[in-house]
């Protein structure tokens, strides 16, 4: 048994049982005066890199331009898609959807919102100079057409039954301000219920309510994203009355928190193979890796029981493609020893496990504690951890290209709730594959081409057996978000990792 395994076992002793206030410093927490009547302010780990909504992917982004920006169609709350800039929407032919848009809307540049700034949003994020992170949500987007004012066509490049789902996660920009020096950083602009105010790099960015927005106006007049690195930190800002909401609250600060707000996420943990590189290229030998991490263990202490082991696979029950027959690998670190043998590596062999520090909740203790178990089966580990904004860009880089990742550790959202949703992580050609499978690939192109849910699921759960026998990652648990927040924010947190401020409000001031 590793010895960094024999301390989880022993249990973990939590830096949360300390409370601290008044702590002030760059990236540290806001002074009360910063947070007044009407006000939220909300903490998060890492700082945007950019707030153009359709470059950047990650969640620190999102939450400021999930607030600026909107999209055609939303889920709501149970995940069904629903109307937002479009009010409905229909499938013309197998490459064409037709979406009549929501009349009497203009962006926060004055700019009407129409057919023409659909077009400009839809062609400027498929554009292959654009080198977006949004690349899964736009797959199988050949163009968009202008019918009239109000009406537009969006063509495929095949038969493409997530379109619509696409549609939920690709931002409408307007061509005057996404075209103007500054988009993204000084210049902010779309139709949501919130403006863009200001942004103090390395501290926070501050939006206001817009008062000329089309649908009903939030409670909340004020809203600032405060950059807060350190959990504790947050944390303690959360219990003198600083901050209102603390994203990814690690599991032993959870009975600190004034509130708990707690949801089974759409995310799912991995540690991805680059299976172009020699010593990962045997399936047994990422089997292998799968038996020798305990999942359980984990869950059980990093977690403390807010995550769970996954069935081998990025979805969850009642997700489209979920394999009920697929289920997470046994801990058998013996057996795994027999597989790394018959692969010809009795005695193991030299890896590198990359993580970003600070991005995800408990992230870097789980890469350590899986270091340490793929010791005990004769494989060494070297943990390699970056800065979010390195990790992100390099992390992307493909398993084929110099520089690619040898194991990287991640989370995977599935706000799809359907298994075509990380088809550019799996696929020969994915744009951030280091896995390459034929018969995955002709699975998952069938999936992306089939109209009929029925026979998708099936498609999808057969792809799942596949990547079950022949694994690209280790597969490790279904997140829970754990949130912190004040006692008077009212809100209720949804599965799909989306943050609308418009749905919370204060019970009073």
Not at 6 to 30: D, E, K, N
Not at 79 to 88: E, G, M, N, S, V
Not at 264 to 274: E, G, H, L, R, T
Not at 285 to 305: F, H
Request: proline share 5%; glycine share 8%.
């Amino acid at each position: 048994m590793g010895s960094l395994r024999a301390r989880q076992l022993i249990g973990f002793i939590g830096s949360g049982a300390i409370v601290m206030s008044g702590l002030t410093a760059c990236g540290g927490s806001p002074s009360k005066a910063d947070k007044g009547p009407g006000a939220l302010v909300a903490a998060v780990s890492t700082e945007p890199s950019t707030l153009d909504p359709q470059l950047s992917n990650d969640r620190s982004t999102r939450i400021v331009t999930d607030n600026v920006f909107e999209t055609l169609l939303v889920r709501d709350v149970k995940a069904a898609i629903q109307p937002k800039l479009a009010t409905a929407y229909e499938r013309v032919d197998d490459t064409t959807w037709r979406l009549t848009l929501r009349s009497g809307v203009t962006f926060q540049d004055g700019s009407p919102f129409d057919a023409d700034s659909v077009v400009y949003s839809i062609e400027r994020i498929i554009d292959p100079d654009y080198e977006t992170q949004r690349t899964s949500y736009i797959e199988g987007i050949a163009g968009a057409l202008k019918v009239d004012e109000l009406t537009v066509d969006i063509k495929t490049d095949g038969k493409n039954p997530i379109l619509p789902a696409e549609l939920t996660s690709i931002p409408m920009v307007s061509e005057k301000s996404a075209s103007a020096k500054g988009f993204g950083q000084s210049v902010v602009v779309g139709t949501g219920p919130y403006r863009f105010s200001k942004w103090d790099h390395g501290q926070d960015i501050q939006l206001t309510r817009y008062d000329g927005y089309w649908g009903s106006d939030p409670s909340i007049e004020r809203f600032t994203v405060r950059v807060i690195a350190d959990s504790q930190t947050a944390l303690s800002a959360l219990q003198a009355g600083e901050v209102d909401l603390v994203f990814d609250l690690l599991p032993e600060q959870a009975q600190l928190a004034p509130q708990v707000k707690e949801i089974k996420a759409s995310d799912f943990s991995y540690a991805a193979f680059n299976t172009y590189k020699k010593e990962l290229s045997d399936p047994r030998v990422r089997v292998a890796m799968n038996l020798a991490v305990d999942k359980e263990l984990i869950a059980k202490t990093s977690y403390q029981g807010h995550a769970t082991p996954n069935a081998a696979q990025n979805l969850g029950e009642g997700m489209i493609g979920f394999n009920s027959a697929v289920s997470a690998f046994p801990y058998d670190p013996e057996q795994a020893k027999k597989l790394l043998a018959e692969a010809g590596y009795p005695d193991g062999f030299d890896i590198q496990l990359n993580v970003p520090i600070g991005r995800y909740s408990k992230g870097e203790e789980t890469v350590e504690l899986i270091a340490d178990e793929l010791k005990d089966i004769g494989i060494r580990a070297e943990v390699v951890k970056h800065e979010w904004n390195e990790y992100r860009a390099a992390g992307r880089v493909k398993g084929t290209k110099k520089g690619a990742f040898d194991i990287k550790y991640g989370w995977n959202s599935n706000e799809w709730f359907d298994a075509a949703r990380i088809e550019a992580h799996i696929t020969c050609d994915g744009d951030s594959s280091k896995y390459c499978n034929k018969d995955v690939d002709k699975l998952m192109a069938k999936g992306l081409t089939t109209f009929d849910q029925t026979e998708r699921q099936s498609i999808y759960a057969e792809a799942w057996q596949e990547l079950h026998d022949d694994p690209y990652s280790i597969y490790l648990l279904q997140q829970n978000y754990i949130y912190g927040t004040s006692s008077r924010l009212v809100w209720t947190p949804r599965p799909d990792d989306t943050y609308f401020v418009s749905t919370m409000s204060f019970t009073s001031e």
